[in-house]
Nanobody
């Protein structure tokens, strides 16, 4: 069973930074694409950023210029570096990966941006 495990969430003040990590239980090279989604209370889950095996990235307009997605194949880990955080970034952040055609999800990590 392939697992995705997120870490790095927490409470941060507006303007602050956090880095989320998503570690896979199998080689990250088995994932054709990976992504971060988020879901705020009362809202639908939305795509934040994605990255392909080849390194092509894509971002939601709301996070462009503030968030950076990356992956370290040697550590089987994907990251989301978040800067200039805003209260509206508050949500549960989920790691997603496509493993041989099958979408997999992590359990989520809470990010709260508040003073």
């Amino acid at each position: 069973q392939v697992q995705l495990v997120e870490s790095g969430g927490g409470l941060v003040q507006p303007g602050g930074s956090l880095r989320l990590s998503c570690t896979t239980s199998r080689s990250i090279l088995g994932f054709s694409a990976m992504a971060w989604y988020r879901q705020a209370p009362g809202n639908e889950r939305e795509l934040v950023a994605s990255i392909t095996r080849g390194g092509t990235t894509n971002y939601a307009d709301s996070v462009k210029g503030r968030f950076t997605i990356s992956r370290d194949n040697t550590k089987n880990t994907m990251y989301l570096q978040m800067t200039s955080l805003k209260p509206e970034d508050t949500a549960v952040y989920y790691c997603n990966g496509i493993f041989f055609g099958e979408p997999l999800w992590g359990q989520g990590t809470q990010v709260t941006v508040s003073s």
